[in-house]
């Protein structure tokens, strides 16, 4: 098993919508967990950090399930801008050990 | 703050030629890392270091080198380049006095090797 899975995607949604993304992981030692999105051909950005069960800013709301091992992100009233590749990052206490998977691409249309 | 920089943006290489990237932070970041990202991958760890003067591997070290002389920047050398290092390549940092290590990244560097 990978340790990070994402599905690709593309998700094509239009603006407005609601939109979720899913992300299992494979070890059980992760404590903490990034969400970053990452534009075409530009750097990774942090978009949200969540430590215990979830957390929320603004649109956006994730939600970690220790149990299933799986953390979700979920965007309301989705906008162009949101068109990106969001990248689930478990962090399990090492600084090699951050593992960044392929991500799942956005698009957002009008 | 200019945050995390790399030098330089595009570079076309032929095979065999060397050359160094470099990274530099200004936020007093403990931690830094070199990543590369090919089409359709995540980024994968080339090196990193954890304060001046310390280095070590990542996932894919192999064909490169890293210097950390200056807590500020982390050099990647390619010392014969081949066509299988054409490749997007990231600095990242972070601090360590927090256990998350949330890492800042530089806007990369390009790199083609004919």
């Known amino acids: 098993r990978k340790e990070v899975e994402q599905d690709p995607g593309p998700f094509n949604v239009p603006e407005g919508a609601t939109v979720a993304f899913n992300c299992t992981y494979s070890n059980s030692a992760s404590q903490s967990f990034f969400w970053y999105r990452q534009d075409c051909r530009k750097e990774p950005k942090l978009l949200m950090s969540?430590?215990?069960s979830g957390n929320e800013d603004g649109r956006f709301t994730a939600q970690l399930n220790r149990a299933s091992q799986y953390i979700s992100l979920l965007i309301r009233d989705s906008k162009l801008s949101d068109s990106a590749t969001y990248l689930c990052v478990p962090q399990p206490g090492r600084a090699d050990k951050l593992i960044f998977g392929t991500g799942t691409r956005l698009q957002v249309f009008p | 703050n200019a945050g995390v920089t790399q030098t330089p943006k595009f570079r076309v290489l032929k095979t065999g030629q060397s050359m160094t990237l470099l990274c530099a932070q200004d936020m007093n970041h403990e931690y830094m890392y070199w990543y590369r990202q090919d089409p359709g991958m995540g980024l994968r760890l080339i090196h990193y270091s954890v304060g001046e003067g310390t280095t070590a591997k990542g996932e894919v070290p192999d064909g490169y080198n890293v210097s950390r002389l200056k807590k500020q920047n982390f050099l990647l050398g390619l010392e014969s380049a081949a066509p299988s290092q054409t490749s997007v390549y990231f600095c990242?940092?972070?601090?360590?006095?927090?256990?998350?290590?949330?890492?800042?990244f530089g806007p990369g560097t390009r790199l083609t090797v004919l």
């Open positions: 969540v430590y215990s």
């Open positions: 990242a940092s972070s601090y360590s006095q927090t256990s998350t290590y949330e890492q800042f």
